[in-house]
């Protein structure tokens, strides 16, 4: 008897567990890089020395933008990323340029090309390769599309022009 209240107990867990399991999967979007799948959250320090993250921006339409200052398509579209940012950031759209510092030849160039190149769009830095892990980036630029839920909605890998920018914010303002 005491036996079989133990098996049906175990099995009544192992129920719970599985169907815990199956509903955690199917109501929330994977985390990953990939359109559709939920932005992995990031960590990382701004020019100002000050934290920042990517859930911060929860509730906003986030444009992130991956770059280095050696990058040529980086380069070309940088002001066109800061124009969107003070453009749209009243309508819920910020832009987060992300120097991908792990890539740069020295930090000192990152700093040196944003001396040249003032902008008023959020900087972040990632100087451990965390975002380069986390979103198995392909090539520079990247620009990734992130809804106010958190989710990507789609992926630019190379230059940005502004026709681009406008087609995937247009549904979203």
């Known amino acids: ?10 099995l009544l867990i192992a129920v719970l567990v599985i169907g815990s399991v199956i509903y955690n999967t199917i109501s ?3 985390v990953g890089a990939n359109q559709g799948e939920e932005a992995p959250d ?18 906003t339409f986030v444009i992130m ?3 280095a200052s050696w990058c040529e ?22 832009v987060l340029a992300v120097n991908m510092t792990s890539f740069e030849r020295t930090t000192d160039e ?4 944003l001396n040249d190149h003032p902008v008023t769009m959020p900087i972040l830095f990632d100087m451990e390769g ?15 599309f992130i809804n106010e839920e958190g989710i990507i909605v ?16 247009e549904p979203f303002l």
């Not at 000050?50 to 921006?57: A, F, G, Q, V």
């Not at 800061?82 to 453009?87: S, T």
């Not at 965390?130 to 990734?144: F, R």
């Not at 789609?154 to 914010?169: C, F, K, N, Q, S």
Request: aromatic letters at 6%.
């Open 73 to 94: 398509p980086c380069i070309r579209e940088f002001p066109l990323l800061d124009q969107v940012h003070q453009e749209y950031s009243d309508d819920g759209v910020k």
């Open 42 to 59: 990031i960590e990382l320090p701004q020019a100002n020395g000050e934290d920042m993250t990517l859930s911060d921006l929860q509730g």
């Open 28 to 30: 929330s979007p994977p």
């Open 65 to 67: 933008n991956l770059w």
């Open 1 to 10: 008897m005491i036996r079989k209240v133990i098996s049906i107990g175990a």
């Open 110 to 113: 990152a700093m040196e090309f």
């Open 154 to 169: 789609d992926t630019v890998v190379g230059e940005v022009t502004e026709d681009m920018i406008e087609e995937r914010l």
């Open 130 to 144: 965390e975002v380069a892990d986390a979103y198995q980036i392909e090539g520079l630029p990247t620009t990734y």
